[in-house]
């Protein structure tokens, strides 16, 4: 029997949870702030350094200390920091003078969308893995898989991009692996920038999916086993449902819902593998974007992108707990 | 009856009588086991230098002094003996049989720097794994770049560890408002991807592998502390932490002496899976360039230097990849056998 919907404490929790992830958000915005005073020097000096003539750089330094507001107390730093956050300007990036804003906007799309695409494609490819192995647990396939997954999950992505880059990439040459489309692009009909686009994120999407497919797969089989042993599963078996029936309508659907909080846990993992792997496919991302503003001592863009990296990845823990307790009825908000 | 009889194994020797049947854990304790003997032997196992040599007239052991003397302190006591001292001194080319000199090379005679032969070399007898772009012995850098890898996983999770049961034994043992503040505090690190984490302290500091074990810890501590946390507040209300209390123990005798002793089985599961992962984030980070900086040897760095030579050199990509999958491998494994035998209630899920 289900429960009828309780709306207050329901409420309660998500007022409570949306406070504490207010609370974390000024904690993010306290360590970004944190991190880039850490840094000896400030941006001053670092743009004043090739500067001939040691008056004319001492007068140009202190007019970018009063201009980037150094001269003033960390905390004025801060709010004013603080206060142009919540008007959604991120400054103008110190490497090329582009807005940063519009700079993370170009990168966005191009992690997301691999990382959409891994998230659904590990999704679908382990899902019928997982199942099969857990109702025939410990049987053949049940061993076999989970040892090969076990070995393909201890295989950092940045190797298997490298293996692939090296094999498919340069020794049989079937795949690119530098961007994110041909230098012909803007000739090819539609049809040829749909195969081109493919071609180009077959590598690092595959790079992407390997690590949560063993994972993902683990995770099927783990909640699926755990469900199975529930009463009723063996209320449905007592009813006389076939195997295929309990497996799949009563047991599956239920084991699904942990794996909404790995969503929220795939996510920054991808985030931090895409330094590495977007450097490597010279894939116009947020990983190598954040890479490339490390080399050139970029301020704004980091800034910018360690909190904007950080508040999604709040947001999507958020997110996950607050789908998590629409899904199941059984969780508590007390 | 002797004493042996009735002594008890104690807690660790009951995980390891328990440990010992895992057979997927004890391959992955010899093979981590092996790392360590080439990681501490790497000297003796590939060198520029012989293990044992007879040199105008005089016995000399470079190889074997070499190894000791990476011990911390023990390159204060024991020195090289003229002229093996001397930086400009290359046995190689000072070698004369005529004079009767003779040699025990070591079973890679070339040193992991040595430019011993012509660049980008494919394999061959002489050099097994070929060589790298300014011809250095590939093997002998892969036996040097695994002490690299072994000492950034053990101090760097040594880092973590301390700061993770700092903060984990306060947050359990106080509860409360401090409990709060630094669950908080846990909360909000987690929320940044540990790689932009790293690299944006590691972007400020010269690129050194004191600085990346250094970083590797200072981000890594938070699975550490929650578990202490969790430990610690368990055992916070038990007989023995009362017990100990009612004899007038003040705090930090109960958490140092009582309390962290018995939290520690369940921190060491999460310590085996950090060293894997920071063995990968160091050669990720090598990778990039932000590690173990050139001409010094790390698997990190030599994937970087074959993916900038992949047309003309592809064998310089496998070696590394293998040995860092072995390396990761090997401490998941262990860590799973670990956790099997600690805590069975999650047997077969992964970290």
Redo the contacts between chains.
């Keep these: 029997m289900r429960m009828i919907p309780n709306i207050p404490p329901m409420a309660r929790y998500l007022m409570r949870r949306f406070m504490?992830g207010l609370?974390?958000l000024f904690?993010?915005t306290i360590?970004t702030f944190v991190?880039i005073k850490?840094?000896?020097g400030d941006p001053a000096q670092a743009r004043t350094v090739g500067l001939q003539g040691k008056r004319v750089s001492e007068r140009v330094y202190q007019q970018l200390r009063e201009y980037y507001g150094l001269d003033q107390p960390v905390y004025v730093q801060y709010y004013n920091w603080m206060d142009r956050l919540c008007h959604l300007d991120f400054g103008t990036s110190f490497y090329d003078g582009r807005a940063v804003a519009s700079k993370i906007r170009d990168a966005l799309w191009p992690t997301m969308s691999v990382a959409i695409l891994s998230i659904l494609l590990a999704f679908i490819i382990s899902t019928p893995i997982g199942i099969y192995s857990a109702a025939r647990q410990n049987g053949p396939f049940d061993r076999s898989v989970s040892t090969t997954l076990?070995?393909v999950?201890?295989?950092?992505s940045?190797?298997i991009g490298?293996?692939l880059?090296?094999y498919l990439g340069?020794?049989l040459e079937l795949f690119p692996f530098r961007g994110m489309h041909s230098d012909n692009y803007a000739q090819l009909s539609t049809l040829g920038k749909c195969i081109d686009l493919g071609r180009h994120y077959f590598m690092i999407t595959v790079c992407e999916t390997v690590g949560s497919l063993?994972?993902y797969s683990?995770?099927v089989r783990?909640n699926l086993l755990e469900v199975i042993r529930q009463d009723y599963i063996r209320t449905a078996r007592a009813k006389g449902l076939s195997e295929t029936q309990v497996i799949l309508k009563h047991a599956f659907v239920n084991s699904l819902i942990p794996f909404i909080t790995l969503l929220g846990l795939t996510f920054?993992?991808l985030?931090?593998?895409s330094?590495?792997l977007e450097?490597?496919f010279n894939w116009p991302g947020l990983g190598r974007l954040?890479?490339e503003s490390?080399l050139q001592?970029d301020y704004p863009t980091?800034m910018a992108?360690?909190f904007i990296?950080?508040?999604m990845?709040?947001a999507g823990?958020l997110l996950a707990d607050l789908a998590y307790g629409l899904v199941d009825p059984r969780v508590s908000y007390d | 009856m002797t004493e042996q009889n009735t002594k008890s194994p104690g807690f660790w020797g009951r995980i390891w009588r328990q440990f010992r049947h895992y057979k997927l854990g004890m391959v992955g304790l010899v093979i981590v086991v092996v790392m360590f003997l080439v990681a501490f032997f790497a000297p003796m196992l590939a060198s520029e230098r012989p293990i044992l040599c007879r040199f105008d007239g005089k016995l000399y052991a470079p190889a074997v002094i070499d190894t000791f003397r990476q011990i911390p302190l023990v390159g204060r006591v024991i020195f090289h003996s003229p002229p093996f001292n001397r930086a400009s001194f290359v046995f190689k080319q000072e070698f004369n049989p005529r004079r009767g000199d003779w040699a025990l090379w070591t079973p890679i005679p070339f040193g992991p720097l040595e430019m011993a032969a012509l660049p980008l070399q494919s394999p061959s007898r002489l050099h097994m794994l070929g060589t790298d772009e300014v011809g250095r012995d590939i093997l002998s850098r892969m036996i040097h770049g695994t002490s690299v890898s072994m000492k950034v996983g053990f101090i760097s999770m040594g880092i973590a560890v301390l700061i993770g049961l700092f903060f984990g034994a306060i947050a359990g043992y106080a509860g409360g408002w401090t409990d709060i503040s630094i669950s908080?505090?846990i909360?909000?690190?987690?929320?940044?991807?540990?790689?932009?984490?790293i690299?944006?302290?590691l972007?400020?500091?010269p690129p050194r592998i004191e600085n990346v074990m250094i970083v590797i810890g200072l981000t890594n501590w938070v699975g550490i502390a929650r578990y202490a946390r969790g430990e610690i507040i368990r055992l916070r209300g038990s007989d023995f932490t009362t017990a100990a209390r009612a004899l007038g123990a003040g705090h930090s005798r109960i958490i140092f002496r009582h309390l962290l002793p018995n939290s520690l089985a369940p921190v060491m599961i999460s310590v085996t899976f950090g060293i894997?992962t920071a063995i990968?984030v160091e050669?990720?980070l090598s990778?990039?360039g932000f590690g173990v900086q050139p001409p010094d040897p790390s698997w990190g760095n030599m994937?970087r230097s074959?993916?900038d030579n992949?047309?003309t050199a592809?064998h310089l990509?496998?070696p590394p990849?293998v040995a860092?999958?072995i390396a990761?491998?090997a401490f998941?494994l262990v860590g799973d056998a670990l956790r099997d035998v600690i805590d069975p209630r999650l047997q077969?899920?992964?970290k």
Excluded: D, H
């Excluded at chain 2, 909360?187 to 984490?197: A, H, K, R, S, V």
């Design positions: 504490t609370v974390t904690g993010i360590i991190i850490l840094a000896p076990y070995m999950y201890s295989i950092p940045y190797v490298m293996l880059i090296l340069v020794k063993a994972y683990r995770f783990q920054p993992a985030l931090s593998g330094v590495i450097t490597m954040f890479f490390v001592r980091l992108l360690n990296t950080a508040v990845v709040l823990t | 908080r505090f909360e909000i690190i987690m929320c940044f991807p540990t790689f932009f984490l690299l944006g302290i972007a400020w500091f894997a990968l050669a990720g990778w990039l994937l074959g993916y992949l047309f592809p990509i496998p990849c860092i999958f990761v491998l998941n077969g899920s992964m």
